[in-house]
């Protein structure tokens, strides 16, 4: 377990940076010193100070192409790495992310062992959560804490270029409605809905969805590469 995994208790822990091209969203001036002392105060939550960011840092606002949203970090300890959906390197896959893996390869023939995604941040595959920490412990611990304001400044700064929005889920499909609404006249976003991959939804829909293939067609078309989903 690196540092930036290990769950942060209680303390005077100096607050992260702030992720250079998002750094001024009104969300770091007017939420985030009031959030950060709170977190400094909370149980011991995850992940580490150095990764809450880390979706923003790997993918600036220039290079996103894609959008993922997810829900929070995975409360279990040690398994948050900022990156909504993925997995510690060499740490097997499982729940939602085993579910996305193996749509993956039923799409693309791909097969991926491990859930490290910092490749697909690489190229621009913004992969956030509505919330960036988690209670150790307990899911959805930290809904309600001011996260929710952030995502939605992050999401309308992403709506103002084309990018293909992979929405798994009621819940990312009602927070980015607001900034994809237009998807048909103007700013031209594809919009990819289906249910949650969660062992609980994902054959509801989600198997069979095609949501790489088809994002990679609708990237190329418009010359805006495809993203390499192996890496």
Known sequence: MTPDQQPCAPGPASAPALPPGWDDLPFFRDT??????RLAAAPPWQPGPAA???ALDLTPPGAVRVVILGQDPYPAPGRATGLAFGFPPGAAPRDSLR?????LHADLGIARP??????????????LNTALTVPVGRADGHRGWGWEGLAAQVLARVAARPAAFLLWGAAAQRLAAPFVADAGDGR????IASPHPSP??????FFGSRPFSR?????????LGSVDWAA
């Not at 985030?32 to 002392?37: E, I, K, R, S, T």
């Not at 031209?188 to 919009?191: N, Q, S």
């Not at 609980?200 to 829909?205: E, I, K, P, V």
């Open 200 to 205: 609980l939804s994902a054959r509801r829909g």
């Open 114 to 127: 491990g859930g490290d995604l910092a490749g697909w941040a690489a190229q621009g595959v913004l992969l």
């Open 215 to 223: 994002a990679n067609r609708w990237l190329a078309q418009r010359g």
């Open 99 to 103: 579910n996305i893996l193996a749509e």
């Open 52 to 54: 809450i960011f880390r």
């Open 188 to 191: 031209g976003h594809l919009v």
């Open 32 to 37: 985030w010193p009031a959030l950060w002392a």
